[in-house]
């Protein structure tokens, strides 16, 4: 059985109202990377609320580490499993000193202190902030807020992060640091749900699924989804720069194993054709 | 003509306190009517300081913002007018939409500047337009739009008081690849017909090549460069140091060109890449 595993799920915001979710069907393995994908009002936001038991399903189950999502009973256990970082880091930040920010989640849990000391230290230490643990939230950079945010949810040892939309609002270093740190949570075997509009993020993950009117379009891993350029065109979609040149020329005839889907692999295989 | 002046412009916040910091630092430019102004830099370089600062919502330190030659606080008390001629569009605008309906929420700024209802109506339908929204959603309310919308009927608020200057602040951010691509299309359509003074503020260095006549770069409360995009963006390595990145194209061009491909300097579009490519290859007598 799937990790993560929601099954002929039906929701809807407003019982008059349509389907945002339609008989949708996903399947994540613990400790897999996957990148969600799909314009606004697809339903992905949706679909990860549901992971965390923050709405349930109309129809269908919610099934995360074999605990239904609508048993109420469970509902607590599943919020420590499976954590949330948003869009806006200043939303996500509640204390006026960053360790004591970290700390919240454990204490709220009645995690020992000195247990939430050991937890916090590690915590800041993988998002790599830890030196700024005495430090004021409002005196970081967007990218190290939601470094924090994230430390706050590795503080309660959960299995599984969801990410909403969690680069948007910030500059492009501070979105290197979040990749970077959403990657070193995967190395560390923790199952990582990323939503974006960024197809250079999406690149990175395990496995791509592009969702569309609340349901799954298609998925696979990066290399598959992205090589499908006209249907994620035809669906508003982008694709990274690198792959769309590629596409350009796979028009005119040039001929190439793997469709290239970043910087690195459009330089070499260019090299390899110009030179 | 130079519509906008900044001659040593700087702000320090927090004077004579533990807390001082200069958030913009002798900036000096001068922008002709009708150009398209892109303004990148990392989170806390000044760029929104900087803007906030064209149409007088923060008074400068030192230094003085001309508007079509004079000063904007040569008289303090009618600095609310440089604010009908400089129109700001926040970040996230959508969240100041406030009034019941749409129309009413866009005629905000118009009835504000003293126009008759004829008039207030015109520039209304007129804003509407340009940013692509249609009349049936005229009398909706705000707040039961979608989240592209919203952020179009707020940028509408802001055209419908035609300024000679628009500043926006991050207009793309959030939106999904179409709603960003509709948005950007519509603003330069406008922009031709209108033929405005555009500051536009971006993290997307890709959305910033595409529609920029020059670009101002800025880091630590510097203007550390001001250059066509082109010249811009085919300094990587300068541009990497101040924590932002180049287009993935550019890179990727620039990356082969070091390898020893004979590539020109500063491409930009994906569009000059496959160009660039296909010359390439015909003169090889590879395609």
Redesign the interface.
């Known amino acids: 059985m799937s990790f993560i595993s929601v099954e002929n799920v039906k929701f809807s915001y407003d019982e008059d109202k349509k389907n945002v979710l339609n008989d949708i069907n996903l399947k994540i393995e613990q400790g897999e990377f996957v990148a969600l994908l799909g314009h606004n009002g697809c339903g992905k936001s949706t679909a990860a609320k549901l992971l965390n038991a923050m709405i349930l399903p109309d129809e269908g189950v919610v099934i995360v580490d074999k605990m239904n999502t609508s048993d109420e009973k469970l509902t607590y256990e599943i919020r420590r499993n499976v954590g949330l970082v948003l869009q806006n880091p200043d939303n996500q930040l509640v204390a006026s000193v960053i360790e004591e920010d970290v700390a919240f989640g454990p204490e709220n849990l009645g995690v020992p202190p000195e247990e939430i000391r050991e937890r916090v230290d590690r915590a800041l230490k993988t998002v790599d902030m830890y030196e700024y643990r005495k430090h004021a939230p409002h005196k970081l950079s967007g990218g190290q807020k939601q470094r924090v945010a994230i430390a706050g949810i590795l503080a309660m040892q959960p299995t599984c992060v969801v990410f909403d939309e969690p680069t948007a609002m910030l500059d492009p270093n501070g979105r290197e640091e979040v990749m970077n740190t959403i990657l070193t949570l995967k190395q560390n075997g923790i199952t990582v749900v990323l939503i974006t509009h960024y197809m250079n993020e999406a690149v990175m993950a395990d496995r791509v699924i592009v969702m569309d009117k609340g349901v799954v379009l298609t998925e696979g891993n990066p290399r598959e989804v992205f090589s499908q350029v006209n249907l994620l065109k035809k669906h508003s979609l982008d694709v990274p720069q690198a792959t769309e040149l590629a596409y350009k020329l796979l028009g005119i005839g040039l001929k190439f194993d793997e469709m290239p889907l970043n910087t690195d692999e459009c330089v070499d295989y260019l090299e390899g054709v110009l030179k | 003509m130079s519509i906008i002046e900044v001659k040593n412009l700087s702000f320090v916040y927090g004077i004579d306190t533990p807390f001082e910091k200069k958030a913009v630092e002798d900036v000096s430019l001068s922008v002709d009517e009708g150009e398209v102004i892109g303004l990148i830099?990392?989170?806390?370089s000044g760029k929104s300081t900087f803007v906030q600062m064209l149409n007088g919502l923060i008074k400068p330190t030192s230094g003085q913002v001309l508007l079509a030659g004079r000063d904007i606080w040569e008289k303090p008390k009618e600095i609310r007018n440089i604010r009908f001629k400089v129109g700001m569009v926040f970040q996230y605008p959508e969240y100041q939409l406030f009034d019941d309906t749409v129309y009413k929420d866009i005629s905000f700024g118009p009835r504000n500047k003293g126009y008759s209802e004829k008039e207030i109506d015109e520039k209304v339908r007129n804003a509407a337009r340009f940013v692509g929204l249609s009349e049936r959603l005229l009398k909706e309310s705000p707040f039961d739009l979608?989240?592209?919308e919203k952020r179009r009927a707020a940028i509408a608020g802001i055209i419908a008081m035609d300024p000679d200057v628009l500043v926006l602040d991050e207009p793309t951010?959030?939106?999904?690849?179409?709603?960003?691509n509709l948005l950007l299309a519509q603003i330069m359509q406008y922009h031709k017909q209108r033929k405005n003074t555009i500051f536009i503020v971006s993290?997307s260095?890709?959305d910033i090549s595409r529609i920029a006549d020059r670009v101002m770069v800025m880091n630590k409360g510097r203007l550390e460069m001001l250059d066509t995009p082109r010249n811009i963006f085919a300094q990587v390595e300068k541009i990497e140091s101040m924590?932002?990145?180049v287009?993935?194209?550019t890179?990727?061009m620039m990356?082969?060109k070091e390898?020893?491909?004979n590539l020109p300097d500063g491409i930009l579009t994906?569009e000059q890449?496959?160009f660039e490519?296909?010359n390439?290859?015909k003169k090889?007598g590879?395609?």
């Open positions: 830099g990392h989170t806390g979608s989240g592209g951010a959030g939106l999904d690849p179409k709603g960003k993290h260095m890709e924590g932002l990145r287009p993935q194209i890179k990727i990356t082969l390898r020893g491909v994906v890449a496959f490519v296909v390439l290859l090889e590879k395609i």
